[in-house]
């Protein structure tokens, strides 16, 4: 079974930094896109910031400039670096991976999408 498993979030004042992780656990053979994400229900994700197995980076446009997306393809881990917060990027983050390639021994199988569980970070003014 595959996992995300994020840490990192927390309490920080305006104008602070955060770092937030996200690591995909299991018999996993590739992940396509890792990525940051807000999610409310019964909508679609609004993208925080996302890269791609190759490394190309797309940003949503309140983040531009102030959040930094990174990933390690080896260890299927994705960073998110998040610098000049203020209190509107108060919000739970969820890490998602598309198109992750699960090796179950006698086959790969793609499963299209798979969450984390949230982590919340909280800007005080």
């Known amino acids: 079974q595959v996992q995300l498993v994020e840490s990192g979030g927390g309490v920080v004042q305006s104008g602070g930094s955060l770092s937030l992780s996200c690591t995909a656990s299991g018999s996993i053979f590739s992940i396509s896109t890792m990525g940051w994400y807000l999610r409310a229900p019964g909508q679609q994700r609004d993208l925080v910031a996302e890269?791609?197995?190759?490394?190309?980076?797309y940003y949503g446009d309140s983040v531009k400039g102030r959040f930094a997306i990174s990933r390690n393809n080896a260890e299927n881990t994705v960073y998110l670096q998040m610098n000049s917060l203020n209190p509107e990027d108060s919000r739970v983050y969820y890490c998602g991976a598309d198109l992750v390639e699960v090796d179950y021994g006698d086959y790969v199988a793609a499963v299209a999408e798979i969450w984390g569980q949230g982590t919340q970070v909280t800007v005080s003014s």
């Open positions: 890269i791609t197995s190759s490394g190309i980076t």
